[in-house]
Structures are given as C-alpha cells and as structure tokens.
C-alpha cells in the first residue's frame, strides 16, 4: 500500500493565490520529498526534506515537516499558470520512493 | 549534461508477448530505480539497483517482470507474457547514491506500454 495519503486530491486556484498541499505518511522516515509531474509523464523533483528538519524553502515553494504529526504540507506562493501540474509527495523508504496519491492543481489565468 | 533516457516512448503490444524497456540513467548516478504509473494504483515503485549490490526487487508485482542491469549503466526492465493489467507508464529514475542518505531522483520521461 502506498506511504503517503495527500489531500486535497484536487485544487484549483486564481493566478497569484497561494497553494497549500498535504501529505500524511504512515510510518518513520528518513527524508521527504515533494515532485511535481506535468501532461502525466516525467517527474520533477521539488525539494527534499530531511527527518530532522522542519521547513524548507526553495523560491516560491515552502515545504513544512511534522515527524510527531507524520505529515508535511508544500505551499506554493504566488501561483502562476505554469504551475498547473500534479504534485506527489514521496517518503524515501530504504532508498526507494513510495509515493502518495498526488494532489492536482489547477491555476486559472 | 542529459537526463534520463527511455525508450521506446510508446509501446503497444498484443496481450501474451513479451516487451522489453530501456533506460539509460544519467552518466555517474550509482541507483537506478523502476516505477509504474496506473489510473487504479498511482505511482507503484517496482525495483532498484545501487551499485554492485543484489536489487530490490520487493515491488516487481510477479514472476513476469525482470529487470537488469548491465555494467553499472543501462538497464532494461522485461515484461513476459504481458496481461492487460500491465498497461501503464513506466518510469525509471537515477540518482547519485541511494540508501539511508536520501538524494533527490531524476526521472525520465517514461515508456507507455499498451497491452491489447
């Protein structure tokens, strides 16, 4: 069965808003990472968090730890267009990524 | 320098053939990991190569799916005597280490097997 359970498994925004995705996992990891996917073919990796961090940043991504919670939240800030994709986060179990269900996003010009 | 590479990009086949994947990872990366992406099971990891040690081949679904890889580099995932269940995208990863680390995977764009 799968790792991670996010919700919400849909959101669709305005240009400029923000975007909040969660992610619950079921058991103790070493990292989390977050990867965004467009048209259904190849990831793209986001960022990386490890277990004994509690937020990272990387441009408009802010993506948030909670190991006592077993859950993590990537927020989006300032959306644009171009962020139309699907987003999956993934706990690294042994090496190996064990994906969630994905959130997919939608920003309306 | 290049990512990752599959081939071929789209793959139909006749339901009891058997297909084979290519993945070529990026030049240096030591892991090289399979995955499957279905409507019904969402990403699915399948199996993972790191350097000279034995694969985990703990998500392979059954005995018809093999994977190899040679010298290290290229690796090919081979399906036998396909079902209809097979029908799915297939990704292959790379990454420079693997294991308790935690680095981040570079994804090709993936291989669309159709199973009819």
């Known amino acids: 069965s799968q790792q991670g359970e996010e919700d919400p498994q849909a959101l669709s925004i305005q240009e400029g808003e923000n975007a909040t995705m969660n992610c619950s996992y079921k058991?103790?990891?070493?990292?989390l990472q977050w990867y965004r996917q467009n048209s259904g073919r190849g990831l793209v990796h986001l960022i990386l968090?490890?277990?004994?961090?509690r937020e990272k940043h990387s441009g408009r991504l802010r993506v948030t730890l909670d190991t006592s919670k077993k859950s993590s939240s990537l927020l989006i800030t300032a959306s644009r267009a171009a962020d139309t994709a699907s987003y999956f986060c993934a706990t690294d179990w042994g090496g190996k990524l064990i994906f969630g269900q994905g959130t997919e996003l939608s920003v309306k010009p | 320098g290049a990512g990752v590479s599959q081939s071929p990009s789209n793959k139909v086949t006749e339901k009891g053939k058997d297909v084979e994947l290519r993945c070529d990872p990026i030049s240096g990366h030591t892991a090289l990991y399979w995955y499957r992406q279905s409507l019904g099971q969402g990403l699915e990891f399948l199996i993972y190569?790191?350097?000279?040690?034995?694969?985990?081949k703990s998500g392979l679904p059954s005995d018809r799916f093999s994977a190899e890889r040679t010298g290290g580099s290229v690796s090919t995932l081979t399906i036998q005597r396909t079902q209809q269940e097979d029908s799915a995208v297939y990704l292959c990863?790379?990454?420079?280490?693997?294991?308790?680390?935690?680095?981040?995977?570079?994804f090709g764009p993936g291989t669309r097997l159709t199973v009819t």
């Open positions: 990863a790379s990454s420079f280490l693997s294991g308790t680390g935690g680095y981040e995977q570079y």
């Open positions: 968090i490890r277990s004994n961090e």
């Open positions: 190569f790191q350097g000279n040690s034995a694969p985990d």
């Open positions: 058991t103790s990891i070493n990292n």
